[in-house]
């Protein structure tokens, strides 16, 4: 590996990767040479796990504590610990058992850049710099923006109140750098995958306007860069499935806790516009609640859909390519065959793709139960 192009590489993920190391997502080190793992990271997973157990089991401990809650409250209070408790530990281990998984996936990133840079084409590490930095920056401000929203707009005089609200905003958070770390990772990759739609994208404007023939420089230039392309396109297949193999089991528990948390929220607000005296502050503050739930949802799956699309662009834009080289015929054959057999997605764990069909479910399946919790708690709204 290029110490050169990895110090580059570095240069853009550097802060995705302390990021990812304070929340306990990175379990591995590295230095100016390579990224290698490290037993101390993986121990300190280890003890967000047992002080993450440690203070779901004191929250459960006083949800009972709670005066004047209906139970239906506190029976969807325990589901909400028990789920915060579950997508803590599930996320941490996965971290800890898949982080050859994330080392492959940075290594091989880096390999496709060196091979793409040999054909003097440039990636701007620079511009990816600054949006790694601007995301998190924006991601933070807006999080930190409805949590200061979310303590302020109730008063909250009981401990297991004031307890629960802990564990609200740890979640809100939590997911919050889940999806940062997973969806810069999937950017990266969509970046690349644009690069060689450019690649073909200028064969085919060569190729329309003087058709090659066989034998001519051209041809052969044109047959070089088309393999080229065909190579590194199977690269970064190989880097979507590493992604899979380190992110599909914390995808899924995000996605999971996520639709619990948009359900619970959305049926609390439903519950608020029941009653016979209507607080606009409670529905606000519990239709915020499941607001960071929902963009999150959304941005992962947008950012899945958009990277597969783009990578799916490469078999669009090869057939466009007009050539009478037979060798060049054959490759954009091969091609396509390549492209047809390695059917690449993003997966939550091999259980569902990851894209805009993912979205429609969610929505289906929260109104679905949300009707259901409104069918079990009609009286609520009348009680209070």
Known sequence: MSTHFFRRFLSTVNLLLIHGQIVGLVTFTYDKKKFQSCAWRKLYSVFLILVHLAFMSFCMYVIPTITGANSIYKNTGYIIMVANAAYAVTVWSSSILGSDSYIKLLGKMIDFDVQLQTSCVIIDYNKARKRVAFHLLGRYVFVTLL??????????SQLAQKVAEVAAIFLIFFNSAICYQATELVTILKTRFM????????????STTTVPKNGTKQTQKDFAILCKVCT??????????FFNQAFGVILL???AVSFISIVLCLFYTS???QKTVLNWDEVLYTTAASVPFIVDSIFVCHVCYTTIE??????ELIHR???EDHDTIDEIEMFSLQMANEEVEFSAAGFFPVNYTLVFSIIGGVTTYIIILIQLSATIGKDH
């Open 253 to 255: 528990a995000m996605f």
């Open 195 to 206: 690069l060689l739609n450019k690649q073909i994208t200028s064969l085919v404007d060569s």
């Open 271 to 273: 519950v608020a516009l």
């Open 232 to 241: 590194l396109h199977h690269h970064l297949s190989k880097c979507v499935r």
């Open 310 to 315: 783009e990578a799916d662009k490469a078999g």
């Open 321 to 323: 390519i007009e050539t």
């Open 147 to 156: 949590c200061v929203y979310y303590h302020f707009s109730q008063a909250r």
